[in-house]
């Protein structure tokens, strides 16, 4: 039984070379654009980020500045309060007060109320 054995020529050499470089070439361009891809994909995912967290901290500190501008008021109106009844509390301060009433009618005055 004889055996056929392939001559290998060169050109039969070259050609495969070629072929094996050039798949090799596609390869590597595909494997590169598949990594481009998934970059592009991944920056635009942390800058989508970025953007949600920067508008959610905008409105973190309006709210809080409102809160804050909420609590100065407030606590203004209590030290006022506060005051105004540590005034009352004090020596003659029920004299303070029926001079701080507006609404208080003098004796000699008529009341018309309207219906």
């Known amino acids: 039984m004889p055996k056929h054995y392939r001559k290998s020529t060169p050109t039969d050499k070259r050609s495969l070379a070629s072929a094996i470089e050039i798949n090799y070439k596609e390869q590597e361009d595909f494997v590169s654009s598949v990594f481009l891809g998934l970059k592009v994909c991944?920056?635009?995912?942390?800058?989508?980020?970025?953007?949600?967290?920067?508008?959610?901290?905008?409105?973190?500190?309006?709210?809080?500045?409102?809160?804050?501008?909420?609590?100065?008021?407030?606590?203004?109106?209590?030290?006022?309060?506060?005051s105004r009844f540590d005034n009352l509390i004090s020596l003659e301060g029920e004299q303070r007060f029926m001079k701080d009433q507006d609404q208080m009618i003098s004796r000699d005055i008529i009341r018309v109320i309207w219906r």
């Not at 920067?54 to 506060?82: A, C, H, P, Q, W």
């Open 42 to 82: 991944f920056s635009l995912l942390a800058i989508v980020s970025l953007l949600k967290i920067g508008y959610s901290s905008k409105v973190r500190l309006t709210r809080l500045r409102e809160i804050k501008n909420s609590y100065l008021y407030e606590k203004l109106r209590f030290d006022n309060l506060s």
